[in-house]
Protein backbone atom coordinates (compact mmCIF):
# COMPACT_ATOMS: atom_id res chain seq x y z
CA UNK A 1 0.00 0.00 0.00
CA UNK A 2 2.71 2.68 1.12
CA UNK A 3 4.83 1.52 -1.98
CA UNK A 4 1.95 2.24 -4.06
CA UNK A 5 1.41 5.60 -2.77
CA UNK A 6 4.47 6.43 -3.08
CA UNK A 7 4.32 5.43 -7.04
CA UNK A 8 1.20 7.55 -7.14
CA UNK A 9 3.49 9.96 -5.48
CA UNK A 10 6.24 9.66 -8.01
CA UNK A 11 4.18 9.99 -11.33
CA UNK A 12 1.75 12.91 -9.91
CA UNK A 13 5.76 14.80 -8.89
CA UNK A 14 7.22 13.69 -12.66
CA UNK A 15 3.66 14.86 -14.13
CA UNK A 16 3.74 18.11 -12.42
CA UNK A 17 7.07 18.54 -13.18
CA UNK A 18 7.27 17.72 -16.54
CA UNK A 19 4.38 20.36 -17.07
CA UNK A 20 6.41 23.18 -15.02
CA UNK A 21 9.06 22.47 -17.96
CA UNK A 22 5.98 23.10 -20.54
CA UNK A 23 6.76 19.54 -21.79
CA UNK A 24 3.46 20.51 -23.58
CA UNK A 25 4.44 19.59 -27.52
CA UNK A 26 2.17 22.34 -29.09
CA UNK A 27 3.99 25.10 -26.64
CA UNK A 28 7.38 23.89 -27.58
CA UNK A 29 6.52 24.08 -31.25
CA UNK A 30 5.14 27.76 -30.89
CA UNK A 31 8.52 28.63 -28.92
CA UNK A 32 10.64 26.99 -31.90
CA UNK A 33 8.79 29.42 -34.28
CA UNK A 34 9.02 32.76 -31.96
CA UNK A 35 13.04 31.97 -31.35
CA UNK A 36 13.19 31.75 -35.45
CA UNK A 37 10.94 35.13 -35.18
CA UNK A 38 13.63 36.67 -32.56
CA UNK A 39 16.37 35.02 -34.34
CA UNK A 40 18.24 33.44 -31.12
CA UNK A 41 20.15 31.31 -33.15
CA UNK A 42 21.42 34.14 -34.99
CA UNK A 43 23.72 35.39 -31.95
CA UNK A 44 23.55 32.07 -29.67
CA UNK A 45 24.68 29.64 -32.03
CA UNK A 46 28.65 29.52 -32.56
CA UNK A 47 29.84 29.26 -36.50
CA UNK A 48 29.75 25.54 -36.58
CA UNK A 49 28.59 25.51 -33.20
CA UNK A 50 25.94 23.75 -31.40
CA UNK A 51 22.72 25.14 -31.44
CA UNK A 52 21.96 27.49 -28.60
CA UNK A 53 25.29 26.90 -27.00
CA UNK A 54 26.40 30.23 -27.44
CA UNK A 55 30.03 31.45 -28.28
CA UNK A 56 29.35 33.67 -31.16
CA UNK A 57 31.72 37.07 -31.35
CA UNK A 58 29.07 40.28 -31.70
CA UNK A 59 31.51 42.87 -32.37
CA UNK A 60 30.33 46.33 -30.91
CA UNK A 61 31.64 49.77 -30.70
CA UNK A 62 31.86 48.93 -27.06
CA UNK A 63 34.03 45.92 -27.62
CA UNK A 64 32.97 41.80 -28.80
CA UNK A 65 30.70 40.24 -26.89
CA UNK A 66 30.09 36.13 -26.47
CA UNK A 67 26.20 35.54 -26.72
CA UNK A 68 25.72 33.03 -23.76
CA UNK A 69 24.64 29.77 -24.01
CA UNK A 70 21.07 29.59 -23.22
CA UNK A 71 20.63 25.60 -23.56
CA UNK A 72 19.36 23.96 -20.49
CA UNK A 73 22.81 22.91 -19.58
CA UNK A 74 23.04 23.50 -15.41
CA UNK A 75 26.48 24.52 -15.34
CA UNK A 76 26.73 26.69 -18.45
CA UNK A 77 23.37 26.88 -19.89
CA UNK A 78 20.26 28.62 -18.16
CA UNK A 79 19.34 24.90 -16.92
CA UNK A 80 18.96 25.94 -13.60
CA UNK A 81 16.50 29.12 -14.49
CA UNK A 82 12.90 29.59 -13.80
CA UNK A 83 10.85 30.80 -16.10
CA UNK A 84 10.11 34.11 -14.07
CA UNK A 85 14.24 34.40 -14.37
CA UNK A 86 13.50 34.09 -18.30
CA UNK A 87 10.97 36.26 -18.06
CA UNK A 88 13.03 38.73 -16.52
CA UNK A 89 15.93 38.29 -18.67
CA UNK A 90 13.63 39.21 -21.40
CA UNK A 91 11.47 41.97 -19.90
CA UNK A 92 13.41 43.34 -17.62
CA UNK A 93 17.21 43.05 -19.13
CA UNK A 94 18.17 40.96 -15.94
CA UNK A 95 20.29 38.25 -15.35
CA UNK A 96 19.17 35.25 -12.78
CA UNK A 97 21.65 36.99 -10.34
CA UNK A 98 19.53 40.00 -10.63
CA UNK A 99 22.30 41.52 -12.81
CA UNK A 100 21.70 43.99 -15.08
CA UNK A 101 22.65 42.42 -19.29
CA UNK A 102 24.12 44.46 -21.29
CA UNK A 103 22.05 45.72 -24.19
CA UNK A 104 24.43 43.72 -26.74
CA UNK A 105 21.19 41.11 -26.14
CA UNK A 106 18.13 43.11 -27.71
CA UNK A 107 16.09 42.91 -24.53
CA UNK A 108 14.97 46.52 -25.21
CA UNK A 109 13.04 44.82 -28.22
CA UNK A 110 12.33 41.72 -25.97
CA UNK A 111 10.58 43.45 -23.36
CA UNK A 112 7.75 44.44 -25.77
CA UNK A 113 7.22 40.13 -26.03
CA UNK A 114 3.96 39.11 -23.95
CA UNK A 115 4.60 36.84 -21.32
CA UNK A 116 3.11 33.68 -23.12
CA UNK A 117 4.91 33.68 -26.07
CA UNK A 118 8.12 33.88 -23.91
CA UNK A 119 6.84 31.53 -21.20
CA UNK A 120 6.78 29.04 -24.99
CA UNK A 121 10.37 30.20 -26.04
CA UNK A 122 11.29 28.90 -22.67
CA UNK A 123 9.59 25.44 -23.03
CA UNK A 124 10.93 25.19 -26.34
CA UNK A 125 14.90 25.64 -25.06
CA UNK A 126 14.58 23.23 -22.41
CA UNK A 127 13.54 20.70 -24.66
CA UNK A 128 16.78 20.78 -26.37
CA UNK A 129 19.48 18.66 -25.03
CA UNK A 130 21.54 20.65 -22.70
CA UNK A 131 24.92 21.35 -24.46
CA UNK A 132 27.63 22.01 -21.67
CA UNK A 133 29.86 24.72 -23.38
CA UNK A 134 31.44 27.22 -21.34
CA UNK A 135 30.66 31.03 -22.51
CA UNK A 136 33.98 33.22 -22.95
CA UNK A 137 34.08 36.21 -20.84
CA UNK A 138 33.46 39.50 -22.99
CA UNK A 139 36.14 41.46 -24.19
CA UNK A 140 35.07 45.40 -23.50
CA UNK A 141 36.72 48.42 -23.39
CA UNK A 142 37.39 49.28 -19.89
CA UNK A 143 34.56 52.46 -19.55
CA UNK A 144 31.85 49.53 -19.56
CA UNK A 145 33.70 46.42 -18.23
CA UNK A 146 31.94 47.38 -15.43
CA UNK A 147 28.57 45.44 -15.34
CA UNK A 148 26.68 47.54 -12.62
CA UNK A 149 27.13 50.64 -14.90
CA UNK A 150 24.55 49.06 -16.81
CA UNK A 151 22.06 49.77 -14.20
CA UNK A 152 22.93 53.41 -15.23
CA UNK A 153 22.16 52.67 -18.61
CA UNK A 154 18.81 50.77 -18.10
CA UNK A 155 17.79 53.86 -16.02
CA UNK A 156 18.59 56.39 -18.97
CA UNK A 157 17.52 54.57 -21.77
CA UNK A 158 15.30 51.48 -21.01
CA UNK A 159 11.47 51.40 -20.61
CA UNK A 160 10.32 47.87 -20.05
CA UNK A 161 6.95 47.23 -20.94
CA UNK A 162 5.03 44.46 -22.94
CA UNK A 163 3.41 45.61 -26.29
CA UNK A 164 -0.15 47.04 -26.01
CA UNK A 165 -2.50 46.91 -28.92
CA UNK A 166 -3.64 50.29 -30.44
CA UNK A 167 -7.54 49.23 -30.61
CA UNK A 168 -7.58 52.10 -33.24
CA UNK A 169 -5.33 50.46 -36.10
CA UNK A 170 -6.31 46.26 -37.86
CA UNK A 171 -5.79 43.41 -36.11
CA UNK A 172 -2.87 43.18 -38.94
CA UNK A 173 -1.14 46.18 -37.96
CA UNK A 174 -1.32 45.09 -34.34
CA UNK A 175 0.16 41.84 -35.04
CA UNK A 176 2.98 43.28 -37.40
CA UNK A 177 3.76 45.83 -34.77
CA UNK A 178 4.15 42.86 -32.29
CA UNK A 179 6.53 41.33 -34.39
CA UNK A 180 8.41 43.85 -35.33
CA UNK A 181 8.75 45.45 -32.20
CA UNK A 182 9.35 42.99 -30.34
CA UNK A 183 10.77 39.39 -31.14
CA UNK A 184 11.92 40.92 -34.88
CA UNK A 185 14.23 43.42 -33.04
CA UNK A 186 14.53 45.47 -36.82
CA UNK A 187 15.14 48.62 -35.03
CA UNK A 188 18.52 47.05 -33.36
CA UNK A 189 20.10 46.98 -36.50
CA UNK A 190 17.92 50.14 -38.61
CA UNK A 191 18.35 52.93 -36.26
CA UNK A 192 21.07 54.83 -35.76
CA UNK A 193 22.29 53.89 -32.16
CA UNK A 194 23.37 56.95 -29.95
CA UNK A 195 27.08 57.57 -28.08
CA UNK A 196 25.53 55.14 -25.30
CA UNK A 197 24.49 52.55 -27.80
CA UNK A 198 21.10 53.27 -27.19
CA UNK A 199 18.20 53.75 -29.95
CA UNK A 200 15.63 55.97 -29.97
CA UNK A 201 16.49 59.40 -29.89
CA UNK A 202 18.09 60.27 -33.27
CA UNK A 203 17.54 63.19 -34.94
CA UNK A 204 19.31 62.11 -38.16
CA UNK A 205 16.91 59.27 -38.75
CA UNK A 206 19.43 57.65 -40.10
CA UNK A 207 19.59 53.78 -40.29
CA UNK A 208 22.30 51.65 -37.94
CA UNK A 209 25.74 49.92 -38.56
CA UNK A 210 25.96 46.18 -38.66
CA UNK A 211 28.86 43.76 -39.57
CA UNK A 212 30.46 46.51 -41.83
CA UNK A 213 27.26 47.33 -43.46
CA UNK A 214 24.89 50.36 -43.01
CA UNK A 215 20.92 49.02 -41.96
CA UNK A 216 19.02 51.64 -43.68
CA UNK A 217 16.34 54.04 -42.38
CA UNK A 218 13.05 51.77 -42.40
CA UNK A 219 11.18 55.41 -42.17
CA UNK A 220 12.37 56.62 -45.50
CA UNK A 221 11.29 55.12 -48.82
CA UNK A 222 14.62 56.46 -50.79
CA UNK A 223 16.42 53.81 -47.74
CA UNK A 224 14.72 50.64 -46.68
CA UNK A 225 11.40 51.86 -45.87
CA UNK A 226 8.18 50.08 -47.43
CA UNK A 227 6.18 53.00 -48.01
CA UNK A 228 3.65 52.94 -50.96
CA UNK A 229 4.92 49.67 -51.39
CA UNK A 230 2.31 47.33 -52.76
CA UNK A 231 1.54 45.04 -49.70
CA UNK A 232 1.84 41.56 -51.49
CA UNK A 233 5.24 42.65 -52.97
CA UNK A 234 6.95 44.03 -49.70
CA UNK A 235 5.72 40.88 -48.30
CA UNK A 236 7.48 38.81 -50.77
CA UNK A 237 10.73 40.73 -50.15
CA UNK A 238 11.16 39.94 -46.55
CA UNK A 239 9.97 36.61 -46.48
CA UNK A 240 11.84 35.30 -50.28
CA UNK A 241 14.91 38.30 -50.29
CA UNK A 242 13.30 39.01 -53.20
CA UNK A 243 10.63 41.23 -55.16
CA UNK A 244 10.97 42.00 -58.38
CA UNK A 245 13.96 43.76 -59.31
CA UNK A 246 14.28 44.62 -54.99
CA UNK A 247 16.71 41.95 -52.92
CA UNK A 248 18.43 41.88 -49.99
CA UNK A 249 22.13 40.84 -49.17
CA UNK A 250 24.83 40.88 -46.34
CA UNK A 251 23.22 40.82 -43.05
CA UNK A 252 19.57 41.00 -44.11
CA UNK A 253 20.30 38.51 -46.28
CA UNK A 254 21.21 36.21 -42.64
CA UNK A 255 18.05 37.31 -41.56
CA UNK A 256 15.74 36.37 -44.12
CA UNK A 257 17.41 33.15 -44.19
CA UNK A 258 17.77 32.33 -40.64
CA UNK A 259 14.40 33.62 -39.74
CA UNK A 260 11.63 35.34 -41.58
CA UNK A 261 11.12 32.56 -44.49
CA UNK A 262 10.40 30.82 -41.77
CA UNK A 263 7.38 32.70 -40.66
CA UNK A 264 3.56 32.24 -41.33
CA UNK A 265 2.62 34.05 -44.45
CA UNK A 266 0.22 35.84 -42.01
CA UNK A 267 2.63 37.09 -40.04
CA UNK A 268 5.24 38.48 -42.45
CA UNK A 269 2.45 40.26 -44.37
CA UNK A 270 1.34 41.43 -40.57
CA UNK A 271 4.81 42.65 -40.46
CA UNK A 272 4.72 44.27 -44.06
CA UNK A 273 1.74 46.27 -42.86
CA UNK A 274 3.24 47.68 -39.96
CA UNK A 275 6.15 48.65 -41.42
CA UNK A 276 4.23 50.45 -44.88
CA UNK A 277 2.84 52.48 -42.25
CA UNK A 278 5.53 53.92 -40.75
CA UNK A 279 5.71 57.34 -40.57
CA UNK A 280 8.27 58.73 -42.67
CA UNK A 281 11.07 60.70 -41.81
CA UNK A 282 14.42 62.64 -43.49
CA UNK A 283 17.64 60.89 -43.05
CA UNK A 284 20.40 63.08 -42.44
CA UNK A 285 23.30 62.16 -44.69
CA UNK A 286 26.11 61.03 -42.44
CA UNK A 287 28.77 62.95 -43.91
CA UNK A 288 28.91 64.72 -47.30
CA UNK A 289 30.82 62.57 -50.59
CA UNK A 290 34.29 64.18 -51.07
CA UNK A 291 34.02 67.34 -53.06
CA UNK A 292 35.35 67.18 -56.46
CA UNK A 293 36.38 69.16 -58.67
CA UNK A 294 34.79 68.86 -61.91
CA UNK A 295 38.37 68.04 -63.33
CA UNK A 296 38.68 65.32 -60.75
CA UNK A 297 35.16 64.03 -61.27
CA UNK A 298 35.85 63.94 -64.79
CA UNK A 299 38.77 61.94 -64.35
CA UNK A 300 36.58 59.44 -61.84
CA UNK A 301 33.60 59.39 -64.12
CA UNK A 302 35.97 57.98 -67.09
CA UNK A 303 37.60 55.86 -64.84
CA UNK A 304 34.59 54.60 -63.44
CA UNK A 305 32.75 53.88 -67.08
CA UNK A 306 36.02 51.66 -68.17
CA UNK A 307 35.71 49.59 -64.46
CA UNK A 308 31.98 49.59 -65.70
CA UNK A 309 32.81 48.60 -69.54
CA UNK A 310 34.84 46.11 -68.56
CA UNK A 311 33.38 44.40 -65.48
CA UNK A 312 30.08 45.22 -65.35
CA UNK A 313 28.19 46.10 -68.27
CA UNK A 314 27.67 42.15 -69.52
CA UNK A 315 24.95 41.86 -66.62
CA UNK A 316 23.99 45.10 -65.32
CA UNK A 317 23.38 46.74 -68.98
CA UNK A 318 25.16 49.13 -70.95
CA UNK A 319 22.69 51.92 -69.48
CA UNK A 320 22.35 49.79 -65.89
CA UNK A 321 19.04 49.04 -67.14
CA UNK A 322 19.71 45.62 -65.42
CA UNK A 323 18.78 42.02 -66.73
CA UNK A 324 17.53 38.85 -65.75
CA UNK A 325 20.69 37.97 -64.06
CA UNK A 326 21.41 41.53 -62.21
CA UNK A 327 19.46 44.26 -60.54
CA UNK A 328 18.78 47.66 -62.63
CA UNK A 329 21.05 49.95 -61.16
CA UNK A 330 19.69 52.94 -62.21
CA UNK A 331 16.94 54.67 -60.13
CA UNK A 332 17.53 51.66 -58.03
CA UNK A 333 17.44 53.09 -54.46
CA UNK A 334 20.25 50.78 -52.94
CA UNK A 335 22.53 52.99 -55.35
CA UNK A 336 21.33 56.24 -54.58
CA UNK A 337 21.10 55.72 -51.10
CA UNK A 338 23.19 58.40 -49.18
CA UNK A 339 25.71 55.78 -47.48
CA UNK A 340 27.24 54.44 -50.11
CA UNK A 341 28.76 51.88 -47.50
CA UNK A 342 27.03 48.76 -48.89
CA UNK A 343 27.89 49.48 -52.51
CA UNK A 344 31.37 49.17 -51.41
CA UNK A 345 30.75 45.81 -49.82
CA UNK A 346 28.63 44.46 -52.44
CA UNK A 347 31.33 45.32 -55.23
CA UNK A 348 34.15 44.05 -53.39
CA UNK A 349 33.00 41.18 -51.90
CA UNK A 350 29.78 40.26 -54.35
CA UNK A 351 27.28 37.53 -52.53
CA UNK A 352 23.99 35.91 -53.18
CA UNK A 353 20.53 37.16 -51.68
CA UNK A 354 19.00 34.63 -49.77
CA UNK A 355 18.10 31.14 -51.38
CA UNK A 356 14.35 30.54 -50.21
CA UNK A 357 10.91 29.02 -51.20
CA UNK A 358 9.78 32.02 -52.97
CA UNK A 359 13.95 32.27 -54.71
CA UNK A 360 15.81 28.88 -54.76
CA UNK A 361 18.29 29.36 -56.98
CA UNK A 362 19.31 33.02 -56.48
CA UNK A 363 21.85 34.73 -58.82
CA UNK A 364 24.71 36.46 -57.22
CA UNK A 365 27.35 39.72 -57.87
CA UNK A 366 30.64 38.11 -58.29
CA UNK A 367 33.39 39.45 -55.61
CA UNK A 368 36.07 42.19 -57.33
CA UNK A 369 38.88 41.91 -55.02
CA UNK A 370 40.86 43.09 -57.85
CA UNK A 371 40.01 46.70 -58.55
CA UNK A 372 42.01 49.03 -56.64
CA UNK A 373 40.61 51.16 -54.07
CA UNK A 374 40.29 54.15 -57.24
CA UNK A 375 38.76 51.81 -59.75
CA UNK A 376 36.56 50.93 -56.90
CA UNK A 377 35.42 54.22 -55.82
CA UNK A 378 35.66 55.58 -59.36
CA UNK A 379 32.71 52.83 -60.49
CA UNK A 380 30.84 53.79 -57.71
CA UNK A 381 30.86 57.67 -58.62
CA UNK A 382 30.08 56.45 -62.18
CA UNK A 383 26.68 54.25 -61.37
CA UNK A 384 25.72 56.99 -59.05
CA UNK A 385 26.29 59.88 -61.62
CA UNK A 386 22.98 60.28 -61.72
CA UNK A 387 21.88 60.66 -58.20
CA UNK A 388 23.84 64.34 -58.15
CA UNK B 1 53.21 24.29 -38.17
CA UNK B 2 52.00 27.69 -37.10
CA UNK B 3 54.63 29.39 -39.16
CA UNK B 4 53.88 26.83 -42.36
CA UNK B 5 49.81 27.82 -41.93
CA UNK B 6 51.42 31.80 -41.55
CA UNK B 7 53.17 31.02 -44.94
CA UNK B 8 49.75 29.70 -47.22
CA UNK B 9 48.10 32.12 -45.85
CA UNK B 10 50.01 35.12 -47.16
CA UNK B 11 50.32 32.64 -50.37
CA UNK B 12 46.68 32.76 -49.94
CA UNK B 13 46.44 36.34 -50.33
CA UNK B 14 49.11 37.12 -53.18
CA UNK B 15 48.17 34.03 -55.36
CA UNK B 16 44.06 34.91 -54.70
CA UNK B 17 45.01 38.32 -56.24
CA UNK B 18 47.16 37.32 -58.79
CA UNK B 19 45.03 34.37 -60.06
CA UNK B 20 41.59 37.14 -59.77
CA UNK B 21 43.57 39.77 -62.20
CA UNK B 22 44.16 36.62 -64.58
CA UNK B 23 40.43 35.76 -64.65
CA UNK B 24 38.91 39.05 -64.80
CA UNK B 25 38.40 39.05 -68.50
CA UNK B 26 35.80 36.70 -68.65
CA UNK B 27 34.87 34.62 -71.78
CA UNK B 28 31.57 34.84 -74.02
CA UNK B 29 28.56 35.50 -71.50
CA UNK B 30 26.92 32.31 -70.39
CA UNK B 31 22.79 32.33 -71.47
CA UNK B 32 20.90 33.66 -68.77
CA UNK B 33 18.53 32.01 -66.86
CA UNK B 34 21.14 28.88 -66.59
CA UNK B 35 23.44 27.39 -63.83
CA UNK B 36 26.53 28.79 -65.52
CA UNK B 37 25.31 32.32 -64.94
CA UNK B 38 24.69 31.47 -61.69
CA UNK B 39 27.91 30.43 -60.87
CA UNK B 40 29.54 33.97 -61.99
CA UNK B 41 30.10 34.56 -58.74
CA UNK B 42 32.40 31.14 -57.96
CA UNK B 43 34.06 31.79 -61.03
CA UNK B 44 35.35 35.18 -59.88
CA UNK B 45 38.24 33.06 -58.18
CA UNK B 46 38.01 29.56 -59.79
CA UNK B 47 38.42 30.63 -63.02
CA UNK B 48 38.87 27.96 -66.00
CA UNK B 49 40.44 29.47 -68.40
CA UNK B 50 43.51 30.88 -66.69
CA UNK B 51 44.24 27.89 -64.16
CA UNK B 52 47.24 29.30 -62.44
CA UNK B 53 49.22 26.24 -60.77
CA UNK B 54 52.35 27.27 -60.14
CA UNK B 55 51.38 30.83 -57.95
CA UNK B 56 47.95 30.08 -57.65
CA UNK B 57 46.36 29.19 -54.52
CA UNK B 58 42.67 28.81 -55.33
CA UNK B 59 42.23 25.40 -56.22
CA UNK B 60 40.47 24.14 -59.25
CA UNK B 61 36.74 22.86 -59.00
CA UNK B 62 36.00 20.79 -62.64
CA UNK B 63 35.89 17.13 -62.77
CA UNK B 64 35.51 16.34 -59.00
CA UNK B 65 32.90 14.73 -57.26
CA UNK B 66 30.04 16.06 -56.83
CA UNK B 67 29.81 14.98 -53.47
CA UNK B 68 32.92 16.21 -52.33
CA UNK B 69 32.30 19.25 -53.59
CA UNK B 70 28.69 19.18 -52.28
CA UNK B 71 30.47 18.92 -48.51
CA UNK B 72 33.05 21.15 -48.71
CA UNK B 73 30.28 24.04 -49.77
CA UNK B 74 28.37 22.50 -46.74
CA UNK B 75 31.13 22.73 -44.27
CA UNK B 76 31.83 26.46 -45.55
CA UNK B 77 28.44 27.23 -45.06
CA UNK B 78 27.88 25.47 -41.54
CA UNK B 79 31.53 26.54 -40.64
CA UNK B 80 33.32 23.68 -40.64
CA UNK B 81 36.00 24.27 -43.23
CA UNK B 82 37.16 28.23 -42.36
CA UNK B 83 37.68 31.16 -45.34
CA UNK B 84 36.22 34.05 -45.07
CA UNK B 85 34.94 34.89 -48.70
CA UNK B 86 33.65 30.98 -49.10
CA UNK B 87 31.50 31.18 -45.33
CA UNK B 88 29.98 34.54 -46.97
CA UNK B 89 29.30 33.87 -50.25
CA UNK B 90 27.10 30.14 -48.81
CA UNK B 91 26.17 31.19 -45.76
CA UNK B 92 22.52 31.52 -46.89
CA UNK B 93 22.62 29.39 -49.75
CA UNK B 94 19.84 26.31 -49.49
CA UNK B 95 21.41 22.60 -49.69
CA UNK B 96 19.26 22.10 -53.08
CA UNK B 97 21.08 24.86 -54.46
CA UNK B 98 24.64 24.20 -53.19
CA UNK B 99 23.80 20.79 -54.64
CA UNK B 100 23.61 21.86 -58.32
CA UNK B 101 26.00 24.09 -58.04
CA UNK B 102 28.50 21.31 -56.98
CA UNK B 103 27.44 18.76 -59.91
CA UNK B 104 27.91 21.82 -62.32
CA UNK B 105 31.52 21.62 -61.61
CA UNK B 106 31.43 18.04 -61.05
CA UNK B 107 30.59 17.44 -64.91
CA UNK B 108 32.97 20.41 -65.80
CA UNK B 109 35.64 18.57 -68.59
CA UNK B 110 38.43 21.39 -68.75
CA UNK B 111 41.98 20.71 -69.93
CA UNK B 112 44.61 21.15 -67.56
CA UNK B 113 47.98 22.54 -67.53
CA UNK B 114 51.09 20.39 -66.81
CA UNK B 115 52.67 21.31 -63.60
CA UNK B 116 55.95 23.48 -63.98
CA UNK B 117 57.70 21.79 -61.58
CA UNK B 118 58.87 23.47 -58.73
CA UNK B 119 62.57 23.36 -57.21
CA UNK B 120 62.34 20.28 -54.73
CA UNK B 121 65.23 18.74 -53.10
CA UNK B 122 65.95 14.60 -53.98
CA UNK B 123 64.73 13.87 -49.85
CA UNK B 124 61.74 15.77 -50.20
CA UNK B 125 61.05 13.99 -53.39
CA UNK B 126 61.71 10.66 -52.04
CA UNK B 127 60.07 10.87 -48.75
CA UNK B 128 56.86 12.84 -50.78
CA UNK B 129 56.82 9.95 -52.74
CA UNK B 130 56.85 7.18 -50.29
CA UNK B 131 54.13 9.08 -48.22
CA UNK B 132 51.89 8.92 -51.07
CA UNK B 133 52.53 5.38 -52.19
CA UNK B 134 53.21 3.59 -49.35
CA UNK B 135 52.64 6.51 -46.36
CA UNK B 136 54.39 5.46 -43.54
CA UNK B 137 52.98 2.10 -41.72
CA UNK B 138 55.60 2.64 -38.54
CA UNK B 139 53.27 6.29 -37.64
CA UNK B 140 50.27 4.51 -38.53
CA UNK B 141 50.05 6.81 -42.02
CA UNK B 142 48.25 5.31 -44.82
CA UNK B 143 49.29 5.76 -48.19
CA UNK B 144 47.47 8.66 -50.08
CA UNK B 145 46.54 6.67 -52.81
CA UNK B 146 44.81 3.73 -50.77
CA UNK B 147 41.80 6.22 -50.45
CA UNK B 148 42.44 9.13 -53.36
CA UNK B 149 42.67 6.34 -56.13
CA UNK B 150 45.43 4.89 -57.67
CA UNK B 151 45.91 7.56 -59.93
CA UNK B 152 45.12 9.84 -57.06
CA UNK B 153 42.38 11.22 -59.18
CA UNK B 154 39.34 11.07 -56.79
CA UNK B 155 36.95 8.26 -55.81
CA UNK B 156 33.58 8.57 -56.65
CA UNK B 157 31.00 9.64 -54.68
CA UNK B 158 32.91 11.73 -51.92
CA UNK B 159 36.99 11.89 -52.32
CA UNK B 160 38.60 14.57 -54.22
CA UNK B 161 41.32 13.90 -56.04
CA UNK B 162 44.75 15.13 -55.06
CA UNK B 163 46.71 16.24 -58.29
CA UNK B 164 46.38 19.23 -60.30
CA UNK B 165 46.54 21.41 -57.08
CA UNK B 166 48.56 24.61 -56.06
CA UNK B 167 51.42 22.89 -53.78
CA UNK B 168 50.89 26.07 -51.21
CA UNK B 169 47.02 25.12 -51.22
CA UNK B 170 47.88 21.25 -50.38
CA UNK B 171 49.96 22.68 -47.71
CA UNK B 172 47.57 25.11 -46.29
CA UNK B 173 44.75 22.11 -46.28
CA UNK B 174 47.14 19.59 -44.03
CA UNK B 175 47.57 22.33 -42.08
CA UNK B 176 44.18 23.57 -41.60
CA UNK B 177 43.36 19.56 -40.63
CA UNK B 178 45.94 19.63 -37.96
CA UNK B 179 44.24 22.77 -36.38
CA UNK B 180 40.98 22.37 -36.82
CA UNK B 181 40.00 25.19 -39.25
CA UNK B 182 39.24 22.59 -41.96
CA UNK B 183 36.71 19.60 -40.44
CA UNK B 184 34.56 16.80 -41.70
CA UNK B 185 32.13 14.64 -40.59
CA UNK B 186 33.23 12.50 -37.82
CA UNK B 187 35.24 10.40 -37.67
CA UNK B 188 37.24 12.87 -39.19
CA UNK B 189 39.97 10.57 -40.67
CA UNK B 190 42.01 13.68 -42.17
CA UNK B 191 42.47 15.19 -39.03
CA UNK B 192 43.63 11.94 -37.80
CA UNK B 193 46.16 11.84 -40.74
CA UNK B 194 47.24 15.30 -40.73
CA UNK B 195 48.15 14.88 -36.62
CA UNK B 196 50.63 12.20 -37.56
CA UNK B 197 52.16 13.78 -40.41
CA UNK B 198 55.57 16.29 -39.53
CA UNK B 199 55.63 19.80 -40.88
CA UNK B 200 58.09 18.17 -43.30
CA UNK B 201 56.25 15.67 -44.36
CA UNK B 202 53.75 18.23 -45.06
CA UNK B 203 56.12 20.19 -47.09
CA UNK B 204 57.27 17.35 -48.79
CA UNK B 205 53.87 15.26 -49.69
CA UNK B 206 52.52 18.72 -50.88
CA UNK B 207 55.44 19.44 -53.16
CA UNK B 208 55.16 15.87 -54.61
CA UNK B 209 51.59 15.81 -55.18
CA UNK B 210 52.13 18.86 -56.98
CA UNK B 211 55.19 17.86 -59.73
CA UNK B 212 52.66 15.27 -60.53
CA UNK B 213 51.43 15.23 -64.49
CA UNK B 214 47.86 15.69 -64.44
CA UNK B 215 46.88 12.19 -66.58
CA UNK B 216 44.98 12.01 -69.55
CA UNK B 217 42.02 10.56 -67.79
CA UNK B 218 41.20 12.71 -64.52
CA UNK B 219 38.03 11.65 -64.17
CA UNK B 220 37.37 10.02 -60.29
CA UNK B 221 37.70 6.23 -59.83
CA UNK B 222 34.06 4.69 -60.07
CA UNK B 223 34.12 2.16 -57.52
CA UNK B 224 34.10 2.56 -54.00
CA UNK B 225 37.47 1.75 -51.73
CA UNK B 226 37.18 -1.90 -50.78
CA UNK B 227 38.86 -2.01 -47.15
CA UNK B 228 40.22 1.75 -46.51
CA UNK B 229 42.88 2.00 -43.93
CA UNK B 230 41.01 4.20 -41.68
CA UNK B 231 36.78 5.18 -41.29
CA UNK B 232 36.07 8.47 -43.04
CA UNK B 233 32.65 10.01 -42.28
CA UNK B 234 32.45 11.84 -44.84
CA UNK B 235 33.02 9.01 -47.48
CA UNK B 236 29.40 8.17 -47.42
CA UNK B 237 27.63 11.05 -46.70
CA UNK B 238 24.23 11.56 -48.27
CA UNK B 239 23.05 13.88 -51.20
CA UNK B 240 20.02 16.20 -50.90
Known amino acids: ?104 CPYPNFTRVQRADVDAIYAYLRSLPPVRRSNPPHELSWFVSARPLMRVWQWLFFEPGEFREDPAKSGQWN ?33 GRVHGWYAPSLYSRAEAGLQGWPLARAAALLRHGKAGDASVMGPMADVVFNSLQHLSEDDVLAMATYLAALPERPVEPAGREPRLSQAQRDTALELGRKVYRDHCQDCHGDEGQGSKAAPRLAGNRAVAMADRGNLVQIVRHGGYPPST ?10 PFYQLSERELDAVITYIRRREG | MTRLISVAGAFTRRAAILTLVGM ?14 RVQPCLACHGETKIDLEGGYVPHLAGKPAGYLFN ?37 DVPYPQPAGEPMSEAQRARGQRLVRDGDPARDVPACQAC ?37 AAPD ?51 P
Open chain 2, 148 to 184: HGERLTGVQPNTPGLLGLPRVYLMAQLGSWRVGTRRA
Open chain 2, 24 to 37: ATASAAPPTDSIEQ
Open chain 1, 175 to 207: RGAYLVQGLGHCSACHVERNAFGAEGDSRTGRG
Open chain 1, 357 to 366: AGNPRPFGMP
Open chain 1, 1 to 104: MRSKLLAVVALFAVLLSASAHGADPERIARGEYLARAGNCAGCHTAPGGEAFAGGRAVASPFGTFYAPNITADRATGIGEWSAEQFWNALHLGKRADGSPLYPA
Open chain 2, 72 to 108: QLLNYRDARRRHRAMEYMVSHLADDYLWEMARYFAER
Open chain 2, 189 to 239: CMHTVAERLSPQDIQAVSAWLAAQPVPAERKPAADPVVDPPLECGSVALPR
